[in-house]
């Protein structure tokens, strides 16, 4: 039924983990003594860059944001900004939930603020790129009967997975095995990286087995 | 004949919590080694030999003048065997080569013997051991239960009383067993088990020149690398065999630098298992290593003599002490390592030593007073073995008497009955004290894992049980009796005496198989009777079923309690669960499209949606109530962080300033900050809960309830300000004031007590909080009948149908703050409004939690009314949520999960959150001085009030538990999503009348209820037995496991009996509601 489209979403997630793997591996060769671990706020760093522009770039050349009503370019010019605007409310929230859940308030900030800016750009700006600037319609989505295509379902999963991963990381802190990972927030990351990875994969072969099942009302 | 419903509903939660308490009450009895600490110690005159001259016998020349204590932790006895046909020699193998060299080379002067230990085998309970010649348990139940000082007699202590300087280098736990007995001391930090050489290096540093020194009696020098390697690297690495090497270098240095009046004593605490643990009581953990060496002959006897295979060691102690002098200390049950005496009459080649015979005497002697000491103290040694003993005692005492007195040469069987009297001692305390039991211990995991199945149970099926006729509690009474009567009829033929444990198990056993029967049977019969609308047993325990987030979280729980890390950062772990529950919460309500308002698409608001009725405006305002009750939630979670306090264990943490008492502070205006911020939190408190009850109409009446809450209440908490401010005050600022506050300081907390009784009584004497007001028209047309007069004729049952709705119905419009109605009467008959009826269930539940509360807030250190407030609003919050995520009341009033959860973890956070924790150090018993300045004479009163502040948490969830059932009914009343759809039923909204309408669903609910809570604590307390039944050899099974367990058993406890106290109050407002009833209606209708 939507082949065509399964088709779409597996290679443009395939894109998405490909640019991961380059924005872990350029470094790796460019930058001396990169790792994963060591240099992590740098790796945070490359991969939500290159999750930005990879997200970006796949879904306005698949063309599933919804178009804007109007084509002016003051309109297109402030959803732009509303978008940036969302994308940094998006980091200070997933900042304030972190420090919620226990991450240290002022010591470690900017480690912090990292997985923020990373959770955003896996989460939110997935959002943004399939729904546009409308938190209504966000919150929509994530509901049993509000995903109204299958790019829904995939954001549905993605998002899911990636914050699960995220709030799994969090679970080998405490231990006291003194291990390179378990330093804040590698472990949260790495969990919301795994995460989001699974989604990747999960969503369109959940899609592709589950298509009998899948009836949307609208399109 | 109310509480007479309430029976079954009551004795069914005893019988269930009575089970948990058996399964407990085993599996501790199995676990914990419980032994009475002799607080006597020996002194030099208790050593006389009866029938000689007496001699001070701590003025004869001793033995040895000095003894070096080379304590190697965790050596092993493989370590220190030298095998030279090894040629393939693993890491830890042939690396101490001096100790077989000197054995070989002076066998005279030298032994190397297995050293046995008493589990359990952890580094503090073997200094324990082999200092006072004991055998250590988990509890050495004594006077030093908050501090882990030895106050027992031990040898440390016998050096110091006859004047020998003991000077101490190494591992620091020694320095907090013997505070202040060294004459020097080296402590160095042993907590870090990763850090294979800070103690090692430092003791290094010292040794040697101490050793060449000459202020010095005793040396103790306690090396940690090698245990600390093997919990690192494990015995098999190469880290091993470099830390032993470095070992046997040091032992060499040390013998070469001995002079001739010294002796040299190298040991090891405790083995190590393959992976380098110890706890437990495997061989290859018990089986230690002890090399003895003197530069002089040390083995007179000759070769033939038998050797002992194994030196347990307690013998270490009245070895050391009679070598060099002291009075055997009196709590040993040691037995002299014998051939370290010379045999009866070759006294002559070492210089004042004792032969073997006297030795053995006056160990003999001082272990039969220490057991006449402790048997009449303690009845836990079987009496037929005590009194086998006595008598050989007494026999041999006259046998080695008669030898001395005639100058025989003593019989050499004398001796040797000397050692097996010696030796059965031993025997007969390790096996009181030292052992788990294994078959309690799996008795009582077994009685609990069936009860807390039993609880989940009981929870799915409350209303099939509850609805048949009560589930057979007098047959389970009978049932549990017979099965005691014949288990102690058959112990007392087979054994000849009752153990009262295995009884208790038999009849929690055979109760609980039959509840299941049972159970079984009535799900069968309900099955029957309506097909299949009764739950299937396969279809709850699928993992869908039990995989939801509500039971995932305390799944997730109950798993961490089995990791010594997450016990140990467990407040923040509770914290983080709880919040993630509470996140859960808007999701879910989410996804099931209950959280936006349905959107105006004819298209898709086509009655998909159940809640697709109300109107978006009502959805958007219950949302962001919901939001904004979740937002406050969340934030009291976070804010509650800061009052935590810090284990031992947690290197970095700072306490929270909160928890001292004011008193300790020393800037005056930080003190007074603190202060008003408290007191400000009392009033908040004090406020929150009157306004409550004002809104809902409850303080109208004049009922005792009513004057608990406009009297009793505030000024208890003005007593408890003042309290505060009274204990608050600088001794020495008011110099005249002196005696006025030192009779406030007793008077206030009295007063408080008093008042906090007298208000809980009242409460439960006369708990109704309904004002009834006839009014008449504004006609004045009196003369027409009341409107209910409309069923009279019918049964009083319908007749109270009808009346309810009525009452409610004139109620609702005069809801707020008790106004009188506005709306005027249509028809001008009189009506009766009955003020606070809707909430004639929570209001006392209410106001007994906001005055125990107080109370216990009395307990504790005053920063903590901050906590206390914190906690208030939590429960508030987290009632609100509860009633926004029923949105549709489905029939019954059953609670889901996710609230119970949630208030059953906010329990323990909030134990986290008033500054305790699960460790012995932390109870704060300055609780037992509130209002007792001067002490107790008993302990149960400063023990219960030390057990009311450790547990306050949990009294408040528990007693305020069916605030959960009550809850949602009452928001009815608010225009709200429940209340709407009852309205459209053109039903009146009676919020908790609701509840007498159908008694039934009622108990069955608070069945429920109930029972899940329970359910949820007793798999907390399942899982702790579990993890100190698996963990029993864990590095850190008594420090972390076992305290955790004795907390999370003690908190169970206590829980459960608020949640007894709790229901027991429901029923009996329950009953005087049904009271009221009867009393109005005849009154008014007939
Ligand atoms: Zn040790
Ligand atoms: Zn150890």
Redesign the pocket.
Known sequence: MWDHEIKAMASAHAIIASSIFMATVVPAVLVPGFSVYGAHLLWLYSVSGAVTVASVGVFWLLGVTPPSKKHTLGYKLSRFFRSCLYFILSCLFFHTVVVLYGAPLIEFALETFSLAVLLTSLTTLRCLCVLGPNVQAWIRVFSRHGAMSVWDTCLQITVACTLVGAWVGAFPIPLDWDRPWQVWPVSCSLGAMIGFLTGLVAAPSWIHYHRKQLTYKCK | NNLMKGLPLLSLLTWMCAVYFVGIYLFVSGFLLVRLEVNRTSTCGDVLEPGEEPVDFCRVQPRFRRVVLLII??LKIDFARFDPSNTTPRQFENKLPVLEETVSSWPSHSRLYPFRADPPT??MQRIKGFTTGSLPTFVDVGNNFASSAILEDNLIHQFGQVGKRVVFMGDDTWESLFPKKFYRSLPFPSFN?KDLHTVDNGILQHLYTTMVGNDWDVLVAHFLGV??C??RFGPDHPAMADKLTQMDGVIRSVIDRLQNDTLLVVMGD?G?TDTG??GGESQKETDAAIFLYSPVPLFLGSMSQSEPDVVPQTDLVPTLALLLGVPIPYSSVGQILLPLFPPHGQTEGAVGGLSQLEALWINAKQVNRFLETYSSMAKDIPPDSLSQLKDEFSRLSSEYLTTVREGQLPSPELAASLQAYLTSVRDTCRATWARFNPFKMGAGLAILAFACLMCFILSELSTVLIGQNGPGMKALVVMGLTVVVTVAAGQLLIQGYVEVAWCLAAAAFSSELHFLWRAHRSRMSAVAKNGSKAPKWVSWLTPRRLLIPPLLVPLLRCASLLSDSYVIAEGRVVTFLVFSLALYIPIHLNWNGLLLPPSHDPLKSAGLLPSSALSPSTVRKESSTLLACLGLLISSLYLSLSFHSCREEQGSCQPSPFISPLSRLQDSQLKNLHYILSVVSLAIWTYLLRRCLRHYGNLNSSSGTVFTARWILPLLSVCLGLHWAVSATPEDSFRNLTELISLAQLALPRAAFCLLGLGLFLIWLDPLTVFVKTKTGASARSSLPPRYRASTGISPQAELHHLIPQIYQRMCRSLDDGELSVGSEVDGRPAVEAYGLGTVYSAPLLLFCGLLGIGLLLLHPEGMALSFLLLLLEMGFCTLLIYSHLVLPSGGFNVPWTPIVLWSLAATQFFHATGHLPTFPSIQWGAAFVGFPDGHIGTILPGSLVTLNTFAAQIMFAVGCPLLLFWPLVCEVRGSRGGKAFREEGEDAVMEMRLRENPQQFSSALLQLSTRYLFIHGAQVFASVCAAAILRRH?MVWKVFAPKLMFEASGFLVSSMSVLIGVTLVLRVDQAVGCWFKRLIPDISR
């Open positions: 932790d965790a952890t580094t088990v245990d600390h093997g919990h405790h190590m643990d110890h590095l």
